[in-house]
């Protein structure tokens, strides 16, 4: 027999999974501050896969997770993407591909120049 310590939070079906394999599971259920503080480890956890793969599915798992962070938060999915929209609106999205530079302090707002300078590319 060989154990394999885990000690991450998992999917709700994960331990039925395990037991249809014929393996046998031990899972807890955390208090609102532990559950928090492994919700932060594992979107860490996704997003390093994410970077690493580039896959949808990563990004699917770091969506899953950043909604029970809400949650977790007192948060509903409408109060995040309600926010989400706003900052879009505000400040735009990232469908440009803008890379910011540098700034330039040229004294006055008045003295400014309007506009950015925009490089067609950041090579």
Do not use: W
Not at 81 to 100: M, Q, S, T, Y
Request: glycine residues 4%.
């Amino acid at each position: 027999m060989s154990i394999k310590h885990y000690d991450k939070l998992v999917r709700d079906k994960i331990p039925q999974i395990i037991e249809s394999s014929g393996k046998s599971c031990t899972v807890c259920r955390l208090d609102d501050e532990s559950y928090l503080r492994k919700v932060d480890e594992k979107l860490q956890e996704e997003l390093a896969e994410y970077l690493e793969s580039h896959a949808i599915e990563e990004l699917a798992d770091l969506c899953e997770v950043v909604r029970a962070a809400a949650r977790t938060l007192g948060y509903t999915i409408d109060d995040l993407e309600r926010i989400r929209v706003e900052k879009a609106r505000a400040r735009g999205a990232f469908d440009e591909r803008l890379l910011l530079v540098d700034v330039v302090d040229n004294g006055a707002i008045g003295d400014a120049p309007v506009g950015a300078d925009l490089a067609s590319s950041c090579d």
